[in-house]
């Protein structure tokens, strides 16, 4: 589970994550950024977006307090496998429609420094 996150909103406590360049179906640069000691995810960088991240929920504090808005790329969710209630897309969805206002401003300012 992923949070998308202000790169200047995380705080490294210990070391220095590593990345590692993976294919993408867009061919576009997919970086994650994995834990020196024990090669844990703890964000990606999509598209080469230096503002934005892509943080696994799994990784934070307190992940209680960011519970699942939606699962995209749900067109390869193996059949057995459950989720949580949320919305389910088969790919992606349509920000405009979904994000609250301040959260697409948000989005907006980092854009603007792309």
Not at 50 to 76: E, K, Q, Y
Request: aromatic share 10%; with cysteine; glycine share 4%.
């Amino acid at each position: 589970m992923n949070a998308i996150i202000e790169t200047d909103r995380i705080e490294i406590v210990a070391g220095r994550p590593t990345p590692l360049r993976v294919p993408s179906p867009s061919g576009r640069p997919h970086d994650i950024y994995r834990c020196p000691a024990c090669q844990t995810a703890l964000w990606s960088d999509y598209r080469g977006r230096p503002a934005l991240r892509f943080v696994r929920v799994g990784t934070l504090d307190d992940p209680a307090l960011l519970p699942p808005d939606a699962h995209i790329f749900t067109r390869s969710k193996l059949p057995w496998v459950e989720l949580p209630p949320a919305k389910s897309y088969d790919i992606y969805y349509d920000m405009e429609t979904l994000w609250p206002a301040q959260s697409l401003a948000r989005r907006a300012a980092l854009v603007d420094r792309w």
